[in-house]
């Protein structure tokens, strides 16, 4: 009888842990931030890259950023993108990021290297935004990326996984400035 009870109550334990369920939608973005103590400046995150795609090309647009927050949202954020793909880049002229009703422009966009890769090229570029526009803009994890100028725009979309990063950094940093 109590090797019974015994050999159920293990039953039970077995049976219970193969069917857990693990949320995928509150993913963590801890492995997608790394922050640091700057003293009297408070604490800067650096947001590591988030993948966006245009499609039609089979182009990728990988963007990190790094900023500083202690308690006002003050100052900018430093964006860094590489645009990989069959072009080389040598000039942005313009790049834009809407997100919801919030559209971020920065027209100084600084090429810092081109590079051969995998897939062509790599070209790489740093700008600086508002950090209020940035918090604006993670509002919302629907964004889109335009590079360039008329006639020239592509258009870059975030990958079904950075649109649940971007969900998770909001959840996990931007909710709190």
């Given at each position: ?11 039970v334990?077995l049976?219970t842990?193969?069917v857990s ?7 963590s973005?801890?492995?997608h931030?790394e922050t640091?103590?700057?003293?009297e400046?408070g604490?800067?995150?650096f947001?590591?890259p988030l993948?966006?795609?245009w499609?039609s090309a ?11 927050y202690?308690?006002q949202?003050k100052?900018?954020?430093?964006l860094?993108f590489?645009i ?6 040598k000039?942005?002229?313009h790049l834009e990021?809407?997100?919801g ?8 966009v ?14 790489r ?6 950090l209020?526009?940035?918090?604006g803009?993670?509002s919302?994890?629907?964004w889109?990326?335009?590079?360039g100028?008329a ?6 979309i975030?990958?079904?996984k ?5 969900s998770?950094?909001r959840e996990?940093?931007?909710?709190l400035m």
């Open positions: 009888m109590k090797s019974l009870i015994i050999s159920s109550f293990f039953a334990i049976a842990g193969c369920v693990n949320p995928s939608a509150t993913k973005a801890k492995k931030i640091f103590f700057v003293g400046e604490t800067q995150y947001i590591k993948l966006f795609e499609k089979q182009t990728e647009m990988l963007i990190d950023m790094t900023f500083r202690k308690d949202i100052d900018s954020a430093i860094h590489s990989e793909g069959s072009e080389i880049y000039t942005i002229p990021i809407q997100g009703t919030h559209t971020v422009t920065a027209n100084a600084n090429l810092m290297f081109n590079e051969k890769a995998k897939k062509g090229y790599v070209s570029f740093n700008t600086k935004i508002s209020k526009e940035l918090h803009l993670f919302t994890s629907d889109t990326i335009q590079v100028s006639p020239e725009i592509t258009t870059y975030p990958s079904k950075t649109r649940k990063i971007i998770a950094i996990e940093v931007f909710i």
